[in-house]
């Protein structure tokens, strides 16, 4: 019913900046709110940004001021910059969107990317 597709991971060095992205596709009529969460390895996914469709945004204490996230509802799509990159932000990040409203189905409590990875290392 619902697609959530990332992009924008890759090899940064510390200290530098990456723009994650996100789209959802599908019969969509809207989406509550959406985020993104980050796995590294042998850790826990965690909430890593959220934002509502009226553009309330929450952060993780551990990028408060290093990353923004940003919507288009008008595109379902989601942003995540991220800006002086630690090498303890390495991990799997993955898009999240929650509380959608799909045309001929109704309600879905949420949906998730396959993910990207996010490399920070010299």
């Known amino acids: 019913q619902v697609q959530l597709v990332e992009s924008g991971g890759g090899l940064v060095q510390p200290g530098g900046s990456l723009r994650l992205s996100c789209t959802a596709s599908g019969r969509i009529i809207s989406i509550n709110a959406m985020g993104w969460y980050r796995q590294a390895p042998g850790k826990q996914r965690e909430l890593v940004a959220a934002?509502?469709?009226?553009?309330?945004?929450s952060y993780a204490d551990s990028v408060k001021g290093r990353f923004t996230i940003s919507r288009d509802n008008g595109r379902n799509t989601v942003y995540l910059q991220m800006g002086s990159l630690k090498p303890e932000d390495t991990a799997v990040y993955y898009c999240?969107?929650?509380?959608?409203?799909?045309?001929?189905?109704?309600?879905?409590?949420?949906?998730w990317g396959q993910g990207t990875l996010v490399t920070v290392s010299s």
């Open positions: 999240n969107a929650e509380e959608l409203l799909i045309r001929s189905y109704g309600s879905m409590r949420d949906a």
């Open positions: 934002i509502t469709s009226g553009s309330t945004a």
